[in-house]
């Protein structure tokens, strides 16, 4: 199986290829987009800001690569965001797999939001993780809605995981997550 990891500068492409390491798995970081198009499984992680990230995705000409890839992809934090129509962080358009916007945390909520939180399964469309706790680090976030499949709460409901078609995608970070983030990166794996 070839995994790639997108590499498009933002954040913790190497968390994530060692996390995929300890399950057995190598991967290729890369931002080829041959290489991304001809992979079986992609990742497609972030940590940063959304309008910085984004400029680069249109500089290495990535967008329309993520958007009609037909593979399993795997979103993880900010890719997850970035996967979404717009972003109130720099008031920039995404790549609108999802519709959904993504807005910053009210002002009287502590942000970022850190640490670890316990997720709610709403569909079981990705798997039954009910309960669960995951690491989570953001200031944004994606307000429930129909391609919800886990919801977490930080003064009111977000998005933890959402799911269309052959895109899935993660608020949290699995790679960080303990016993749970590898059950599910595994479950990437599998699917």
Same mark, same amino acid.
């Given at each position: 199986?070839?995994?790639?990891?997108?590499?498009?500068?933002?954040?913790?492409?190497?968390?994530?290829?060692?996390?995929?390491?300890?399950?057995?798995?190598?991967?290729?970081?890369?931002?080829?987009?041959?290489? *991304?198009?001809?992979?079986?499984?992609?990742?497609?992680?972030? @940590?940063?800001?959304?309008?910085?990230?984004?400029?680069?995705?249109?500089?290495?000409?990535?967008?329309?690569?993520?958007?009609?890839?037909?593979?399993?992809?795997?979103? *993880?934090?900010?890719?997850?965001?970035?996967?979404?129509?717009?972003? #109130?962080?720099?008031? @920039?358009?995404?790549?609108?797999?999802?519709?959904?916007?993504?807005?910053?945390?009210?002002?009287?909520?502590?942000?970022?939001?850190?640490?670890?939180?316990?997720?709610?399964? @709403?569909?079981?469309?990705?798997?039954?993780?009910?309960?669960?706790?995951?690491?989570?680090?953001?200031?944004?976030?994606?307000?429930?809605? #129909?391609?919800? @499949?886990?919801?977490?709460?930080?003064?009111?409901?977000?998005?933890?995981?959402?799911?269309?078609?052959?895109?899935?995608?993660?608020?949290?970070?699995?790679?960080?997550?303990?016993?749970?983030?590898?059950?599910?990166?595994?479950?990437?794996?599998?699917?």
């Amino acid at each position: 199986m070839q995994l790639v990891i997108i590499d498009y500068g933002a954040g913790n492409v190497q968390s994530v290829q060692n996390a995929f390491a300890r399950l057995g798995l190598e991967s290729i970081v890369t931002a080829d987009r041959n290489i *991304i198009g001809a992979a079986d499984k992609v990742v497609f992680p972030g @940590v940063g800001h959304a309008k910085s990230a984004m400029e680069q995705i249109h500089k290495l000409e990535l967008a329309d690569t993520i958007r009609t890839l037909k593979q399993p992809v795997l979103g *993880i934090c900010l890719g997850m965001q970035l996967m979404c129509s717009w972003s #109130e962080e720099g008031g @920039v358009e995404g790549l609108g797999i999802f519709d959904a916007k993504v807005l910053r945390f009210p002002n009287e909520l502590k942000v970022p939001q850190v640490g670890w939180n316990r997720v709610q399964q @709403v569909s079981d469309a990705y798997g039954s993780f009910d309960k669960e706790h995951f690491y989570f680090v953001h200031s944004y976030y994606v307000p429930v809605n #129909e391609a919800t @499949v886990m919801q977490c709460e930080y003064g009111l409901p977000f998005s933890a995981g959402m799911r269309k078609d052959n895109f899935t995608a993660m608020q949290f970070h699995p790679e960080k997550s303990g016993v749970a983030g590898e059950r599910l990166l595994k479950q990437f794996l599998n699917n």
